[in-house]
């Protein structure tokens, strides 16, 4: 074992996850400046969210594993919390997902109700 590469990714880890994380902080920002004006634009917007909350679950597993497979004795606790983070992206990155998909139908003139991705084509009774 290479102590001194160790010690050095007991450092590099959780500022590379720090740094990714700020990266995509800094993307949905810019993103979410963005005021789309058709059906087809917003759904751009969601899918690009989508995949920053993909990647921002990334880097919360990334950290969950350091955090666990780590050999400096790092709490638990932290790893518990990289996995609640990364679950909180990947839902967030779903119901982006399900917008993008029901501004794609709407886009392209099908018919879609109120219930994000219900997937009925608008025939659940739900007013769109
Ligand atoms: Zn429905």
Redesign the pocket.
């Known amino acids: 074992m290479n102590t001194k590469v160790d010690r050095q990714a007991a450092r590099t880890v959780p500022q590379m996850v720090t740094a990714g994380l700020n990266r995509c902080t800094d993307a949905r920002a810019v993103v979410g400046e963005l005021r789309p004006t058709t059906h087809l634009g917003q759904a751009i917007r969601c899918e690009r969210m989508a995949a920053l909350a993909e990647r921002e679950a990334r880097w919360w597993t990334v950290l969950e594993r350091w955090t666990y497979l780590s050999q400096w004795e790092v709490p638990t606790v932290y790893g518990r919390a990289a996995i609640v983070a990364a679950n909180t992206a990947r839902d967030r990155a779903r119901l982006y997902s399900d917008l993008a998909t029901d501004w794609r139908k709407r886009a392209a003139g099908q018919p879609?109700?109120?219930?994000i991705g219900?997937?009925?084509?608008?025939?659940?009774?739900?007013a769109a």
């Open positions: 879609v109700c109120d219930v219900c997937g009925c084509g608008g025939t659940c009774g739900v």
